[in-house]
């Protein structure tokens, strides 16, 4: 089975860094896209970035310039840089996972949550 851990969420003050780590386990497939999503209580889940196996990233316009995704293909772990971080970026954020065997991902798609097979358990993230 597929698993995804996040890590890396915690308590910072405005303007403030930090970085989410997902580690992917039991992934099998050739390809794939990953994607943060965040979704704070009472709204919706919303993608804030994604990469594609061969580089290709992807971000929310709320978070170019601040956020950064990156992935260590050696380590299998993706990877979610924050910073000058804002109130309204606290929420839970989860790492998703897509094997494109079904679909393709890329930057008209990538932030639909639908799209994504496999989702980790989140890390909460306050400011």
């Known amino acids: 089975d597929v698993q995804l851990v996040e890590s890396g969420g915690g308590l910072v003050q405005p303007g403030g860094s930090l970085r989410l780590s997902c580690a992917a386990s039991g992934y099998t497939y050739s390809s794939y896209c990953m994607g943060w999503f965040r979704q704070a209580p009472g709204k919706e889940r919303e993608g804030v970035a994604g990469i594609r196996r061969n580089g290709d990233a992807y971000y929310a316009d709320s978070v170019k310039g601040r956020f950064t995704i990156s992935q260590d293909n050696s380590k299998n772990t993706v990877y979610l840089q924050m910073n000058s971080l804002r109130p309204e970026d606290s929420a839970m954020y989860y790492c998703?996972?897509?094997?494109?065997?079904?679909?393709?991902?890329?930057?008209?798609?990538?932030?639909?949550?639908?799209?994504?097979?496999?989702w980790g358990q989140g890390t909460q993230v306050t400011v």
């Open positions: 998703a996972a897509d094997s494109l065997r079904y679909r393709s991902l890329g930057a008209v798609n990538w932030d639909f949550a639908g799209n994504y097979e496999y």
